[in-house]
């Protein structure tokens, strides 16, 4: 079937970086839209960023400047350049995806495992 796996999450001091990387593999016939999510504790999941299959953007407004998402279609992954890290950023980061698969043809929504970010004062 479809997966979507995270990595390059980590503990980091404020001000520093790190990128995520989401790779979807299976039976993938096409991603449309993706999307990078992320649930601080005791928080509502929320939607942080998203690029189209053509590369448009867009960015909720505590991250705007700071956060750069891009994907790359001929290698199934997104990822999300994140500067300037705030300890406000700190929660588990989840990629999104509505992809069509050679099994399940219409367009579904398939999510990954997430990964931890964490921001240090």
């Known amino acids: 079937q479809v997966q979507l796996v995270e990595s390059g999450g980590g503990l980091v001091q404020a001000g520093g970086s790190l990128r995520l990387s989401c790779a979807a593999s299976g039976s993938i016939f096409s991603i449309a839209d993706m999307h990078w999510y992320r649930q601080a504790p005791g928080k509502q999941r929320e939607l942080v960023a998203s690029v189209t299959r053509g590369g448009s953007t867009n960015y909720v407004d505590p991250v705007k400047g700071r956060f750069t998402i891009s994907r790359d279609n001929a290698k199934n992954t997104m990822y999300l350049q994140m500067n300037s890290l705030k300890p406000e950023d700190t929660a588990v980061y989840y990629c999104?995806?509505?992809?069509?698969?050679?099994?399940?043809?219409?367009?579904?929504?398939?999510w990954g495992q997430g990964t931890q970010v964490t921001v240090s004062s």
């Open positions: 999104a995806a509505e992809i069509s698969s050679r099994i399940v043809t219409a367009l579904s929504r398939y």
